[in-house]
Nanobody, 113 residues
Framework: VQLQASGGGLVQPGGSLRLSCAASVSIFSINTMGWYRQAPGKQRELVAAITKSGSINYADSVKGRFTISRDNAKNTVYLQMNSLKPEDTAVYYC????????WGQGTLVTVSS
């Protein structure tokens, strides 16, 4: 499995971005996919995860602002990020939990005025 993340960029506080994570294979049978982020000088943290049954988990810091979804037909997982804050600035990494954890390359999100 290879994962290709995209959608990062520079956005003003209060703005929105949508990240995409496209897989090279069908994601139908992949149990869990999601997003981590790593801010400068900080540890990588889980942002959101979604299972193949549709169960979703969010970090407390993004609840009510971020929405994760998966489109099995497009082999893609999305992270809709609204009401962005400067503290959301980080490199965002998508992952897929198969027999091992597969990581995509990071995509940089910068929230700044």
């Amino acid at each position: 499995v290879q994962l290709q993340a995209s959608g990062g960029g520079l956005v003003q506080p209060g703005g929105s971005l949508r990240l995409s994570c496209a897989a090279s294979v069908s994601i139908f049978s992949i149990n869990t996919m999601g997003w981590y982020r790593q801010a400068p000088g900080k540890q990588r943290e889980l942002v959101a995860a979604i299972t193949k049954s549709g169960s979703i988990n969010y970090a407390d810091s993004v609840k009510g602002r971020f929405t994760i979804s998966r489109d099995n037909a497009k082999n893609t997982v999305y992270l809709q990020m609204n009401s962005l804050k400067p503290e959301d600035t980080a490199v965002y990494y998508c992952y897929a939990r198969t027999a091992v954890v597969v990581w995509g390359q990071g995509t940089l999100v910068t929230v700044s005025s």
